[in-house]
Nanobody
Framework: QVRLMESGGGSVQSGGSLTLSCAVS????????MGWFRQAPGKERETVSVIDSVQRKSYSESVRGRFTTSLNKDLNTLYLAMNNLRPEDTAIYYC???????????????????????WGQGTQVTVSS
């Protein structure tokens, strides 16, 4: 069973930085993919970033150049470093994984949240202007 738990959310001012962590257990990195997603009040959940089974990464246009995802397999932790945060980045952030996922990250990004089977509980990020 894949289990995911996010941490690191909080409140920052516009232009600030935060790094989210996602503790992972039960996931097979060599055949799976992982991602970060967010959901703002009244909006649909959207993909932020994806890392595929060979650690290629893709980002949504809204965060490209500001956010960076990385995976430390030794620590079983997925990270999302967020810089130059904007009020529109305010949302609950989720990490997710799927254990059978061989496509390239760019394709997985287009597939969206429904592609992923396992989800964490989310962590709140609030950016004030």
């Amino acid at each position: 069973q894949v289990r995911l738990m996010e941490s690191g959310g909080g409140s920052v001012q516009s232009g600030g930085s935060l790094t989210l962590s996602c503790a992972v257990s039960g996931h097979t990195y060599s055949s799976g993919c992982m991602g970060w997603f967010r959901q703002a009040p009244g909006k649909e959940r959207e993909t932020v970033s994806v890392i595929d089974s060979v650690q290629r990464k893709s980002y949504s246009e809204s965060v490209r150049g500001r956010f960076t995802t990385s995976l430390n397999k030794d620590l079983n932790t997925l990270y999302l470093a967020m810089n130059n945060l904007r009020p529109e980045d305010t949302a609950i952030y989720y990490c997710a994984a799927d254990s059978s996922c061989f496509a390239q990250s760019s394709y997985i990004l287009r597939q969206g949240p429904s592609r992923f089977a396992y989800w964490g509980q989310g962590t709140q990020v609030t950016v004030s202007s």
